[in-house]
T-cell receptor, first 109, second 117 residues
Framework: KNEVEQSPQNLTAQEGEFITINCSYS?????LHWLQQHPGGGIVSLFM???GKKKHGRLIATINIQEKHSSLHITASHPRDSAVYIC???????????FGKGTKLSVKP | AAGVIQSPRHLIKEKRETATLKCYPI?????VYWYQQGPGQDPQFLIS???????DKGSIPDRFSAQQFSDYHSELNMSSLELGDSALYFC????????????????FGPGTRLTVL
């Protein structure tokens, strides 16, 4: 079993839909990261969470430490949101990331 | 704002050759991480450096070595290249928080795409 699991693996949505991507982890973590990877390969850090909830524009990330679960929500989705969204966990002060398999999101106009 | 710079962006090598990948972190970042992402795979942690010292080691083959220099840039040296080394190699940098046990956001470079023929 992977230490960081994401669902769904693939997600297709219509423009304007509310999207949720889930992440569960089985390790003790110092932080949970949500990353976005575009088809060209570049990775952008969206959020780093250790508790509670963070919001940036149309993106919201939440984490429940007790349940070892995090969600990434996208409101009013747009075709430019199409990308792979990766959940990753960091442990301790070393900070190296343990990656989930990613969720490939495709938003259709 | 300055971002993480990686060079080269693309590299093609033959089997058994060597390759050197370079990473220039964001100014004042003291920590560098190297990750390898094979085709269709999730990234895997290779190695990290903090203040020019190796701080953690992941699934880095013995054929690979890395170091962080006095100006904080890092180089990943890869020898006896194999077909399976073909991948996207990411470098990320961060600034280690003063609070023990915590981490900071990692900023990723654009990656170096290595193709071994």
């Amino acid at each position: 079993k992977n230490e960081v699991e994401q669902s769904p693996q693939n997600l297709t949505a219509q423009e304007g839909e509310f999207i949720t991507i889930n992440c569960s982890y089985s390790v003790g973590i110092s932080a949970l990261h949500w990353l976005q990877q575009h088809p060209g390969g570049g990775i952008v850090s969206l959020f780093m969470l250790s508790s509670g909830k963070k919001k940036h524009g149309r993106l919201i990330a939440t984490i429940n430490i007790q349940e070892k679960h995090s969600s990434l929500h996208i409101t009013a989705s747009h075709p430019r949101d199409s990308a792979v969204y990766i959940c990753a966990a960091s442990r301790g002060s070393q900070g190296n990331l343990i990656f989930g398999k990613g969720t490939k999101l495709s938003v259709k106009p | 704002a300055a971002g993480v710079i990686q060079s080269p962006r693309h590299l093609i090598k033959e089997k058994r050759e060597t390759a050197t990948l370079k990473c220039y972190p964001i100014p004042r970042h003291d920590t560098v991480y190297w990750y390898q992402q094979g085709p269709g795979q999730d990234p895997q942690f290779l190695i990290s450096f903090y203040e020019k010292m190796q701080s953690d080691k992941g699934s880095i083959p013995d054929r690979f070595s890395a170091q962080q220099f006095s100006d904080y840039h890092s180089e990943l040296n890869m020898s006896s290249l194999e077909l399976g080394d073909s991948a996207l190699y990411f470098c990320a940098s961060s600034s280690r928080p003063k609070t023990s046990g915590s981490t900071d956001t990692q900023y990723f470079g654009p990656g170096t795409r290595l193709t071994v023929l």
